[in-house]
């Protein structure tokens, strides 16, 4: 686990060396096609030598979701150990990863009418007033979603709309019945050990995020965007399009902002997003062993540490 741009897939690929590995894709974005640059995918070869299991399973028009991802991983995760293999999970998706550890509460699914009520209002108002709006019914779930992450406040006023609970409440639900500390993956029949990928610096991380966004830059990003926008089929307020980067490059094509605009607001975003995944990790109350990403007997620790694993 880990923050983006932090060397999760340079870890696991070390490990997949090393052991018997089969890795397992816990990345929201990596599960769609034609969405390479962006995602930081790894390339051909590399998927090649190392299969990942869950990358390149749906089209941009589709939806994944948390539960989707648990129910996948598991059946996954029961073929990789009955071949006599090791399931390795890599990726910085840590809804999955909580979803995976301690399942999901039974919340209303998604609803195309409301969310079309919600996406109206923000394109009246804006998502500030969402965001106003979700506070003034949901405080706490308001406190821990950024004004600027149009997903969630969507997902967190929605299921208050459908239901006439709050996310929070179905979180404190889901807490009592034991299933959302993500403490310590006791409903799932494996030992596990959990590996953090980090730089101890944080503007480390700030840099290699701006430094990735020019590679991807260079590397085609908004032509890539611009063959997902000339689609037709595809809009801004599907899963795809929101990803970090995809979104703020749609702006871009749609006029909205310049390009320079776009790619500043692309890496405000995806360094807020490395913030909330670092969130994520410190809430995590399983062991974790936390390595630093710049430090070059870090791969050497992590086999280390999985070697003292009591089956």
């Known amino acids: 686990m880990g923050p983006t741009a932090s060397g999760k897939t340079e870890l696991a690929l070390h490990l997949a060396s090393k052991l018997p590995c089969e890795l397992i894709s816990v990345d929201s974005a990596l599960v769609y096609r034609g969405m390479d640059i962006g995602t930081a995918k790894p390339d051909a070869a590399t998927l090649a030598?190392?299969?990942?299991h869950l990358v390149d399973i749906l089209d941009p028009a589709q939806a994944y979701s948390a539960a989707r991802f648990r129910d996948d991983a598991l059946r996954l995760m029961?073929?990789?150990?009955?071949?006599?293999?090791?399931?390795?999970?890599v990726g910085g998706t840590m809804l999955y990863f909580k979803a995976l550890a301690g399942g999901l509460?039974?919340?209303?699914?998604a609803d195309p009418v409301v969310r079309q009520r919600i996406e109206s209002m923000a394109g009246e108002k804006g998502w500030e007033a969402v965001h106003r709006a979700l506070a003034d019914v949901d405080p706490v779930a308001a406190a821990r979603i950024h004004p600027n992450d149009p997903q969630r406040i969507q997902r967190a006023y929605e299921v208050y709309l459908l239901s006439g609970v709050t996310l929070s409440e179905w979180h404190a639900r889901q807490a009592e019945k034991g299933g959302a500390s993500g403490s310590a993956s006791d409903d799932l029949p494996y030992t596990v050990r959990?590996?953090?990928?980090?730089?101890?610096?944080?503007?480390?991380?700030?840099?290699?995020?701006?430094?990735?966004?020019?590679v991807m830059l260079r590397d085609g990003f908004v032509d890539e965007v611009?063959?997902?926008y000339r689609r037709g089929d595809l809009d801004p307020s599907m899963p795809s399009i929101r990803a970090v980067g995809y979104r703020q490059l749609w702006e871009h094509l749609e006029g909205k902002l310049s390009l320079d605009q776009a790619v500043e607001r692309g890496v405000i975003a995806t360094r807020q997003l490395a913030k909330r995944q670092f969130t994520w990790l410190r809430g995590w109350h399983a062991d974790i062993d936390?390595?630093?990403?710049?430090?070059p007997n870090r791969f050497d620790q992590a086999l280390k540490r999985l070697r003292t694993v009591t089956i």
């Open 49 to 52: 030598e190392f299969p990942h």
């Open 78 to 89: 029961a073929e990789i150990t009955a071949r006599g293999r090791i399931p390795l999970l």
């Open 105 to 109: 509460a039974q919340m209303p699914s």
């Open 194 to 214: 959990h590996l953090a990928v980090a730089p101890a610096q944080r503007q480390v991380l700030h840099e290699r995020i701006a430094q990735r966004f020019q």
């Open 226 to 228: 611009h063959a997902l």
């Open 290 to 295: 936390w390595l630093d990403s710049l430090d």
